[in-house]
């Protein structure tokens, strides 16, 4: 098992950026897939960005397409999300989460999930 604890949320007008981290403990953090998943009030959790645990593969939501990016730096036992162009929809709580199977895209496939950072994106 391996916890996580996020940091870097905060309050930005749209067209700005923040970036996200995540600060894993616990088990081999190389080998896990690195995921962000996102949550407005009122909605489902949804899936933001995911990358292999190797780093040699990332998926993106269309939503964040071009404007996010995750990374994964297997010597800081961290990963990122460097969230540029933000809009008011970006306004949710993010949580960082880790996975040990094949697959890589929804919320099933981690099993270790962090507390969460409020992002608010003002217009």
């Known amino acids: 098992q391996v916890q996580l604890v996020e940091y870097g949320g905060g309050l930005v007008q749209a067209g700005g950026s923040l970036r996200l981290s995540c600060a894993a403990s616990?088990?081999?953090?190389?080998?896990?897939?690195m995921g962000w998943f996102r949550q407005a009030p009122g909605k489902e959790r949804e899936f933001v960005a995911a990358?292999?645990?190797?780093?040699?593969?990332?998926n993106y939501a269309d939503s964040v397409k071009g404007r996010f990016t995750i990374s994964k730096d297997n010597v800081k036992n961290t990963v990122y999300l460097q969230m540029n162009s933000l809009k008011p929809e970006d306004t949710a709580v993010y949580y960082c989460?880790?996975?040990?199977?094949?697959?890589?895209?929804?919320?099933?496939?981690?099993?270790?999930w962090g507390q969460g950072t409020q992002v608010t994106v003002f217009s």
């Open positions: 616990g088990r081999a953090f190389s080998t896990y897939n």
């Open positions: 990358i292999r645990w190797n780093g040699f593969s990332r």
């Open positions: 989460a880790a996975g040990l199977r094949n697959s890589y895209a929804s919320a099933t496939d981690f099993g270790s």
